[in-house]
Antibody, heavy 122, light 107 residues
Framework: QLQLQESGPGLVKPSETLSLNCSVS??????????WGWIRQPPGKGLEWIGSIYYSGSTYYNPSLKSRVTISVDTSKTQFSLKLSSVTATDTAVYYC???????????????WGQGTLVTVS | DIQMTQSPSSVSASVGDRVTITCRASQGISTWLAWYQQKPGKAPKVLISAVFTLQSGVPPRFSGSGSGTDFTLTISSLQPEDFATYYC?????????FGQGTKVEIK
């Protein structure tokens, strides 16, 4: 059974860098069968895709966040990571990591999600 | 970017009711659409991909339809566990984008 688990500080100061890890168990990031993504949800609001990475290191970022986002993958540790720089209060959200389907059948949907972690910028 | 617009933003319904949620894309996305269910404090769960393909374990009271720009999610007979917020997502291209959500509340 695939499981994803986010980890990282729950509180980040304004102007600093938010850093989160997502540990993957039950599947191999290196299989090449999926992307691995980050999605966030501000309190009481909707879902916003942040970015995704392929095992090879190819990345796709939300244009609205691209200048501040870095996603990396460590296949040996079966985890991938998110860094968001120069954070402000508007970056306060629950951050989810998720497995993302390749476009082939069904398209780029997210089939497995972590439980999410609340990051507060204050 | 492809914008996704859901309606209504909320709906009040009773157990046993038929509920329909609409999602409109700002440009044609063929059948590249997924639906998610999110309960408070939980991660979203994918219900449907490719407009109408139910994910494993999803009850058949959920169904999807549409193509191009207009899509619907229908719950044929609302059950107590279905009270949640539902999101559509276009799965055609990057950046993947979500609708703003529809909250299904108890009447």
């Amino acid at each position: 059974q695939l499981q994803l688990q986010e980890s990282g500080p729950g509180l980040v100061k304004p102007s600093e860098t938010l850093s989160l890890n997502c540990s993957v168990s039950g599947d191999s990031i290196s299989s090449g069968n999926y992307y691995w993504g980050w999605i966030r949800q501000p309190p009481g609001k909707g879902l916003e895709w942040i970015g995704s990475i392929y095992y090879s290191g190819s990345t796709y970022y939300n244009p609205s966040l691209k200048s501040r986002v870095t996603i990396s993958v460590d296949t040996s540790k079966t985890q991938f990571s998110l860094k968001l720089s120069s954070v402000t209060a508007t970056d306060t959200a629950v951050y989810y990591c998720a497995r993302q389907n390749l476009r082939g059948v069904g398209g780029y949907y997210f089939d497995y999600w972590g439980q999410g972690t609340l990051v507060t910028v204050s | 970017d492809i914008q996704m617009t859901q309606s209504p933003s909320s709906v009040s319904a009773s157990v046993g009711d038929r509920v329909t949620i609409t999602c409109r894309a700002s440009q044609g996305i063929s059948t590249w659409l997924a639906w998610y269910q999110q309960k408070p404090g939980k991660a979203p769960k994918v219900l449907i991909s490719a407009v109408f393909t139910l994910q494993s374990g999803v009850p058949p009271r959920f169904s999807g339809s549409g193509s191009g720009t207009d899509f619907t999610l229908t719950i044929s007979s609302l059950q107590p566990e279905d009270f949640a917020t539902y999101y559509c997502q276009q799965t055609k291209s990057f950046p993947p984008t979500f609708g703003q959500g529809t909250k299904v509340e108890i009447k």
